[in-house]
Structure formats: structure tokens, C-alpha cells
């Protein structure tokens, strides 16, 4: 069974471009998250998406991120415009549906660079 | 104070000897509490998940609650070098919308 897709898995900007991410979840799981990795800590969430219905952004700045899962399978991550402090781990993480008990599995992240 | 709490370490423990990895978490209506591993620059794997007070055992991972103590704990037997990695705890409280919440994470060096 194929993990959680993202791409890309690198990305260099200067400060003040867009940029995007894409993932696409395991078949069949409902739920998708996005989640900010900084060095030396643990993964926060950005938002969490319920089939197409985001039902958890309070963590997303909204004045420069934004998200969509329009069909309620992949779902893309933009940035617009970058900033220096957003230099970080960008990770999508999949689970069959968010019950309390539903175990999440990561996609290899995109690593992200803001000059 | 943090949500939940690891130390940083590192941990590091001879190849052969039991690791113990330990976690607290502050939210005591947390129901389900996850372990993930992660390598280097890579992302993080989840490695083990517990929902009831005791222990369960998976190969050589063995985890364990304790709801009232708001502990969770991670051993790792007969340590191999291959397990050097940094550990996240993860806590999810059905509160908080089953919001998976992460630890800092430790890492922990097995020495050869």
C-alpha cells in the first residue's frame, strides 16, 4: 500500500515568493493534516481536513497561508508571501478518520528554505 | 508549562541494554497516546499507540500508561545502533478536537 505522497521534497525561495505544497494522502483515509516542523521540535498542526470541510485551522496564519482539499483526496499548502521564519519542515500526515483513536501516518515532508 | 513533556536528551545507552523513554502530559482528558520515531531528516514513523492504563508489547518496543500518574513510557529492548533516533511522544485529547499534540522529542544514541 503506497504511503502519503508529497512533493516537493525540497524547496528553495527567497523571502516574499509563493509557494506551494501538494500531498495526497493513503487511499482511503478521510482525514488529512498538515503539521510545521521546526528543528529540535515536534510536529504542530496547521490544519486538519475532514474529507473536502477544514474543521481545525486555528493553528494556520491566514494573512499568508492557505489551504484547500477540494475533492476531499490531495490537498495543497500555500504560502503567499514567504518569510524568513518560515523556513521549516512542512509534513502531511493521513488517517481512515479522526475518531480519537485513528492512528496518523506521515509523507516524507517538504523541506522548505526562505532566503 | 508544556502540553507534553520529554527530555531532550541525549539518551544514550550500550548496544544490548533496555532504553526508557519517558513522557508526560498535562490534559487528563487525553485518550490515546501515540510513539513515533524519527531518523535524520527524514519524518516521523510511528512505532506504537496505547489507549488503556498498563503495558503492550510489540517485538522488542514495550509501552506503557498510566492515566492517573498522566505518564506514558516507552522501553526499548536489547538496543541496536539502528535504533538511534529521536522518539516523539504524541498525545491526542478528544477535548481539543483529536488534536494530536507532539512532545519535543529525545533522542536517543545506542553505542556500539
Known amino acids: 500500500e503506497a504511503g502519503v505522497v508529497q512533493s516537493p521534497r525540497y524547496k528553495i525561495i527567497e523571502k516574499k515568493q509563493p509557494v506551494a505544497f501538494w500531498c495526497n494522502p493513503i487511499s482511503g483515509h478521510n482525514t488529512l493534516y498538515w503539521y510545521l516542523q521546526n528543528l529540535g521540535q515536534g510536529p504542530e498542526l496547521l490544519i486538519r481536513?475532514?474529507?473536502?470541510?477544514?474543521?481545525?485551522d486555528s493553528q494556520l496564519p491566514k494573512d499568508r497561508f492557505s489551504a484547500e482539499r477540494l475533492k476531499g483526496v490531495d490537498s495543497t499548502l500555500k504560502i503567499q508571501p514567504a518569510e524568513l521564519g518560515d523556513s521549516a519542515v512542512y509534513l502531511c500526515?493521513?488517517?481512515?478518520?479522526?475518531?480519537?483513536?485513528?492512528?496518523?501516518?506521515f509523507g516524507p515532508g517538504t523541506r522548505l528554505t526562505v532566503l | 508549562q508544556k502540553e507534553v513533556e520529554q527530555n531532550s536528551g541525549p539518551l544514550s545507552v550500550p548496544e544490548g541494554a533496555i532504553a526508557s523513554l519517558n513522557c508526560t502530559y498535562s490534559d487528563r482528558g487525553s485518550q490515546s497516546f501515540f510513539w513515533y520515531r524519527q531518523y535524520s531528516g527524514k519524518s516521523p514513523e510511528l512505532i506504537m499507540s496505547?489507549?488503556?492504563?498498563g503495558d503492550k508489547e510489540d517485538g522488542r518496543f514495550t509501552a506503557q500508561l498510566n492515566k492517573a500518574s498522566q505518564y506514558v513510557s516507552l522501553l526499548i529492548r536489547d538496543s541496536q545502533p539502528s535504533d538511534s533516533a529521536t522518539y516523539l511522544c504524541?498525545?491526542?485529547?478528544?477535548?481539543?478536537?483529536?488534536?494530536?499534540?507532539f512532545g519535543g522529542g529525545t533522542r536517543l544514541m545506542v553505542k556500539p
Open positions: 504524541a498525545v491526542k485529547t478528544a477535548n481539543a478536537g483529536n488534536m494530536l499534540t
Open positions: 500526515a493521513s488517517s481512515e478518520r479522526d475518531r480519537g483513536y485513528n492512528e496518523q501516518f
Open positions: 481536513y475532514e474529507n473536502e470541510e477544514a474543521v481545525d
Open positions: 496505547i489507549y488503556s492504563n
